[in-house]
């Protein structure tokens, strides 16, 4: 972004103040880009969640506005724009208002430094990873700022296991994250990702048993922290009523909300980055990518679907598995994510000492890992397909001729409401 | 121009986080006050420090302030404790110390070399800790070790001496 | 450290919650008082009484006939078991002998029944845990009985199938096919449950050992049915006091074995439900297996006027004993009616139960204790 | 950018300074005590970063600032976890109030 | 040792038995979904996919009614209220109200097990929303006029299931104004 910056200063031979100004433009622009994306990106996923989730409830979701539904997301958004947006009472207006901003300037600021392409990084930090850990604490903050505001007890009582949860689960988080710095010795998103190649066996995921373990820590230490089931204890619905957001509505609730998905998005994209090697495209190195703009556009659309797959084994994971409790939240934590990520990461530091970078060793070891994780894929394979046999058997019991996949049809309704009312009478009328 | 802005914010909530009366208040317009400091530092180029500052300050020292706030009950009460004479001690004092204090800063001929250009700061602070500072490093863990365990002592120790005395007195 | 929370017993840390009316685990309008130390349970007491409908009030100007649909609504998910009951207190009142098809049809409509309610209470109970799709499964194959159910009798909910003196609809051949069509898929749909959640681990753990109801306690505050059963009380109606024809019927009856905790615990009243799936399924079998052709009803007149009396009848519902009491004053109206829901003396417990647990336990204590609130109002 | 000189760093931290001493002094709250000691560490640390980077070294300062977090988060620990002890033993966080030493 | 063995034992059985739920979930992704898009993307209308004997919305038959208000006798809540009066001249009976109302109504049934002529029976229709309550009390008489007289041994002409209630219900959404023309194209409607 700075060589943009610089770019346009010089060319217009601009100087001072007015540099300056053209400098501020451009972040304030480059910022609303990246709020735009990450609001996109997370309006789709609301979207994806409800679809993927019907399909697994033998159900269809969303498919009316738009075509398969695609639309259904915009439109909520307006529906809860247009919502009145209420402050309890009793509520302590100022900090009931500033809370959403705090967690939504915390998830979509780290959009900022999520590499979506080679060049694609709206400002490629020194202190990347590290950034994106550091800067998402203001959800924590904001999560805590909610519940306590709401002035209601489930609210307070959500917004305290959040906050506790958040700040417990940071630590498995970030000394997984420190086990891949300590490979890649670097901690800027890019070169990390360049340190890694196109082919799964280039990925770190699979550098050695022990990245291989780390990445699931990662994972359910970022599920955690994303209050996803298994671990959605601060909303727990059952529970909470809704956790810190019970008395957020509108516009307000919007942002709750889309911040989750922003969330969910993120921690699949810094996987992503970290574990299956970014942008890169098999076979392609990133000089070659650097100069070919389909390369560029190939490796972003390497980047969205892999991060897809992370998003769309998270909402997978949360419409399966039931939720912890607080007390085995925590130990879960304290007892086996702490302690094995940090056997984890002395195990990595005792490889890299034994096996140096360059070395057909520690090829080997790369081979026998993604064999390793292959053939577990089998296996989950094969356990769906026995699922899918012994009780994918379709119920074909016929007394409702139920659940054909009808067109719209009004005429094959006698009485309908709203518009179809309308249409069917317009219909008989020209009869 | 970004200094000032952050300045002002700085400044601006860490003065209503001594001056409000809500208690809750302060501790929330504290996180203000740290992400600025943040911004700051990363204006003066230690950027390593400014995301430390975020993760321990913001996503740590603040969050178990505020639990402590909330873990203390009668917050109203608490929170009107300005009332006191040692106002008119402190605020002479405070504006005290703040003259002097820019007086020196003002005076001094700080023997300044050309502003450098934004650097990376890791390599260095890394090399450092694990080279020249290891010892101070070990101990700083030590420390920290040390803290945890005394922490967890203090607040339970209490409860088990509560839980004794309450089943001596019934 | 929960233990630790627990001696300091101190007042003034109490927070005062209110689960309900409106809470979306009270599983209708029920309430909790919960007097609880952060996330630990000091207390929990249960509010009823907003569903309050006067149904036994009800019966006192209404014909006998008139007074069966009104047992629909009882509990909305055993309204066959409540039909039964009640027809089977008149029955045994003014000596009507029930044909025998009409028995077996009892028992086939009393059992799916059954697996409705039990679909809904295993999904209510791992959705109060958190996974929804568990339930939304097994609402989907409810719906599969509901269609049945009214492709037999003409409502998904309100039944009023079962009549004094026999049922109101004969099923057909054709009907009896479906419903052993649909026993076939859902026996694969049982073992579908068990590899989904039932042994999920974090269920296991959020489960077992939690909130143990003790035998004597069980038996004490008067728990019947899969909660009775689950702290190891090996006590069925359909095989202990037999009405109809399960006598005839070959069936086991689960009982909680401490599976994978302490017997009694929410685990086992949770699994003896999921095992009871499978002897309804058995149960039909059997039923559709051996129906006799015959008639549906007995001689009944329209006007039932059952001599002088009092009569106690109660069957097996999914909910455990589900007990009606008559007492008749010689005219075409009972003088008075009483019921005994199982949901009731479950709700009684849970005050007992609730010291100690947290939050989250107290969901599934209520979850898996199974209290419907109309059940428990009437 | 490069208009902002030393001093007006220096002048922000001699501000958070004096916001910290106040708080410190007339603040009754232990929690708002430790709130005015964080801005006075704060205000250190900016100094030192600020006197680092307008000299040639531009690590030291970073170092030492890091050194000062982590024993302000370990002090911050200690500090609360006492609030939360006399907070059990005497019903009250203000300061005046805690008399004795003895627990 | 037992200890650690008892660790490593929980990790490995919540990742069995979580991977095992998550292949059941995975599964259903090939399955067809069973959910019926209602009330636009139906195969048939829904009535007609409703089993034979559901039990919907009451309707009644002026043509078959005799005027003897067995139903009304039978009915638990007294939601049906039958108005006869005798011609003092022509001694006939006259029907002059059969009100049904169906906000009360809970559809067991009782009273089209009482009646003996077939005049009063369930549709299978279940839409019954209205803007007002006391829309839901029909009255099927239309014009008052002498009772049905049927004769032993002869079946009585049913007309077509729902035909008569369906009027009914679409007149409740007819704007009040032109209710007299609506009534008419939802005559149509059947």
């Known amino acids: 972004m700075n060589a943009l910056a610089d770019f346009i200063i010089n060319s217009l031979g601009l100087s001072g103040l007015s540099a300056e100004l053209v400098m501020l433009l451009l972040v304030v622009a480059v910022a609303a880009a990246v709020f735009g994306i990450g609001m996109t990106i997370s309006g789709l996923l609301t979207l994806a969640e409800r679809r993927v989730a019907g399909r697994i409830q033998s159900r269809i979701g969303p498919n009316r506005v738009g075509p398969f539904g695609l639309l259904q997301w915009l439109v909520d958004g307006l529906k809860l724009i247009m919502k009145e947006d209420v402050v309890p009472h009793d509520a302590d207006p100022h900090m009931f208002r500033m809370a959403p901003y705090l967690v939504v300037v915390g998830v979509f600021a780290a959009f900022a430094s999520l590499p979506f392409g080679q060049l694609l990084i709206a400002s490629d930090l020194n202190v990347g990873i590290l950034y994106l850990l550091a800067i998402t604490s203001l959800v924590t903050v904001g999560v805590l700022m909610s519940g306590w505001a709401s002035n209601n007890k489930w609210s307070m ?259 309908a409401y709203g518009s179809f009312r309308k249409k069917y009478e317009k219909k008989q009328g020209a009869k | 121009m970004v200094f000032y802005f952050t300045a002002l914010i700085t400044v601006g909530t860490a003065s209503y986080a001594v001056f409000s009366k809500n208690i809750t208040r302060c501790a929330f317009s504290l996180l203000y006050s740290f992400f600025g400091m943040a911004v700051l530092y990363g204006l003066l180029s230690a950027d390593f420090v400014a995301v430390v500052q975020l993760m321990i300050y913001v996503g740590g020292i603040l969050v178990l302030l505020l639990f402590a706030v909330m873990l203390t009950g009668n917050i109203e009460l608490a929170a009107n404790s300005n009332k006191t004479a040692s106002r008119w001690l402190g605020y002479p004092l405070g504006m005290v110390i703040f003259v002097l204090l820019v007086s020196v800063f003002l005076r001094v001929p700080w023997g300044k070399s050309a502003v450098q250009a934004y650097l990376p700061t890791i390599r260095a602070i890394g090399e450092s800790f694990l080279g020249r500072l290891l010892l101070p490093f070990e101990f700083l863990s030590i420390v920290l070790l040390a803290v945890v365990i005394g922490a967890v002592v203090i607040v339970r120790n209490r409860n088990v001496c509560n839980a004794s005395e309450e089943e001596e007195s019934t | 450290m929960t233990t630790v929370i627990r001696e300091l017993g101190d007042e003034q840390r109490e927070l005062v919650l209110n689960m309900g009316p409106h809470h979306p685990s009270t599983h209708g309008v029920l309430r909790f008082v919960l007097h609880t130390d952060g996330e630990v349970m000091r207390k929990a007491v249960p ?307 609730s010291e100690g647990l947290m939050i989250a336990d107290l969901v599934a204590v209520i979850a898996t204790l199974d209290v419907i609130a109309p059940e428990t109002d009437r | 950018m490069s208009q902002v000189s030393l001093e007006h760093f220096l002048i922000v931290s001699a501000l958070l300074f004096s916001l910290g001493i106040i708080a410190v002094v007339t603040r009754r709250n232990a929690v708002a005590i430790l709130i005015g000691i964080e801005l006075i560490i704060n205000s250190a640390c900016l100094n030192f970063i600020a006197f680092s980077r307008f000299n040639s070294t531009v690590v030291e300062g970073s170092l030492f600032v890091l050194f000062v977090i982590v024993m302000a988060a370990a002090e911050a620990v200690v500090a609360l976890a006492l609030i939360l002890a006399i907070q059990k033993r005497i019903r009250s966080v203000e300061i005046d109030k805690t008399s004795s030493l003895k627990g | 040792m037992g200890q650690l063995a008892e660790y490593f034992n929980a990790i490995g059985r919540t990742i069995l038995t979580c991977s095992d739920g998550l292949a059941v979930t995975f599964s259903h992704l090939f399955r067809k979904p069973i959910t019926i898009q209602y009330p636009d993307r139906t195969a048939k209308p829904l009535t007609e996919m409703l089993p034979e004997r559901s039990r919907g919305i009451l309707e009644m038959d002026q043509e078959l009614c005799t005027g003897c208000s067995l139903c009304s006798k039978q009915c638990p809540i007294n939601c049906i209220t039958i108005d006869v009066q005798k011609n003092a001249e022509t001694k006939e009976r006259i029907l002059n109200k059969f009100v049904i109302d169906i906000g009360k109504c809970m559809f067991c049934g009782l009273c089209v097990e009482a009646c003996k002529f077939s005049a009063i029976r369930h549709s299978k229709e279940f839409e019954g929303t209205v803007s007002d309550v006391n829309r839901l009390k029909i009255n099927f008489v239309e014009q008052p006029a002498p009772v049905a007289k049927p004769k032993k041994g002869e079946d009585p002409v049913l007309k077509p299931v729902g035909s008569i209630i369906r009027k009914y219900l679409a007149d409740q959404w007819a704007p009040a104004a032109n209710k007299s023309s609506d009534t008419n194209s939802g005559g149509k409607s059947e």
């Open chain 1, 157 to 415: 009582i959500g917004g305290i296991r959040a906050a506790a949860q958040i700040v417990s689960y940071e630590i498995p988080t970030a000394l997984s994250v420190a086990s891949i710095i300590l490979i890649s010795g670097t901690l800027s998103m890019q070169g990390i990702i360049n340190e890694q190649g196109g082919w799964p066996w280039q990925w770190y995921i699979f550098y050695n048993p022990f990245t291989f373990a780390v990445f699931f820590l990662y994972f359910t230490a970022a599920l955690a922290e994303g209050n996803r089931i298994p671990f959605d204890l601060p909303e727990a619905e059952s529970e909470l009523v809704s956790g810190y957001n019970t008395e957020y509505s509108g516009m307000r609730f919007a942002g709750f909300f889309l911040a989750e998905f922003a969330n969910i998005y993120l921690m699949s994209a810094i996987a992503t980055t970290l574990f299956f090697g970014g942008w890169q495209i098999p076979g392609v190195t990133p000089e070659q990518q650097a100069g070919s703009l389909v390369l560029q556009i190939t490796g972003m659309v390497v980047f969205m679907s892999k991060s897809a797959v992370g998003c769309f084994v998270v909402i997978w994971i949360r419409w399966t598995l039931p939720r912890l409790r607080i007390d085995q939240l925590m130990s879960l934590c304290y007892k086996y994510l702490i302690p094995l990520s940090f056997v984890c990461l002395g195990g990595n530091a005792i490889y890299l000492l034994i096996f140096p970078k360059p070395s057909s060793a520690n090829t080997l070891v790369h081979m026998i890992t993604t064999l390793f994780g292959g053939v577990l894929i089998v296996i989950f394979v094969t356990r769906v397909m026995y699922h899918h046999r012994i009780s994918g058997v379709s119920l074909d019991l016929n007394f409702l001729a139920r659940g054909e996949k009808g067109k719209y049809n009004p005429e094959t309704q006698v009485r």
């Open chain 3, 47 to 353: 509010e009823i009484g907003y569903l309050h409908r006067g149904l036994e009030k009800i019966a006192e100007s209404t014909t006998y006939p008139g007074y069966v649909p009104y047992t629909d609504r009882v509990n909305y998910l055993e309204a066959m078991f409540a039909n039964e009951a009640f027809s089977k207190a008149i029955e045994s009142l003014s000596d009507i002998e029930v044909p025998e098809r009409a028995q077996y049809l009892r028992a086939i409509a009393g059992e799916l029944n059954r697996i409705a309610s039990h679909n809904i209470t295993i999904g209510c109970i791992t959705m109060d845990l958190g996974a929804i799709t568990p339930f939304v499964h097994l609402l989907r194959e409810r719906e599969t009985i509901n269609d049945l159910i009214e492709a037999l009798c003409g409502q998904r909910v309100t039944h009023h199938y079962v009549r004094i003196g026999g049922v109101a609809y004969d099923a057909d051949d054709n009907w009896l096919k479906q419903v052993e069509k649909f026993l076939n898929h859902f026996e694969a749909i049982i073992e579908e449950l068990d590899n989904l959640i039932v042994y999920n681990e974090i269920l296991v753990k959020r489960m077992a050992d939690v909130a143990v109801i003790t035998a004597d306690d069980a038996v004490g505050f008067g728990l019947v049915g899969p909660n009775l059963r689950a702290s190891g009380v090996d006590w069925d109606l359909r095989r202990d006091m037999p009405y109809g024809i399960y006598p005839k019927l070959d069936f086991d009856v689960p009982i909680g074995a401490g599976e994978k905790g302490t017997v009694g615990d929410c685990f086992d009243r949770f699994v003896v439900r999921v095992r009871e799936l499978k002897q309804s399924c058995r149960i039909i079998r059997q039923c559709i297996n051996n129906i006799p052709d015959g008639d549906i009803i007995g001689n009944v007149s329209r006007k039932i006027k059952p001599p002088k009396g009092e009569v106690y009848s109660c069957v097996e519902g999914a909910r455990g004993e589900l007990g009606v009491y008559v007492v008749s004053d010689g005219t075409e109206k009972p003088y008075r009616v009483k019921w005994r829901s199982g949901s009731f003396s479950a709700m009684s417990i849970i005050e007992h139960i």
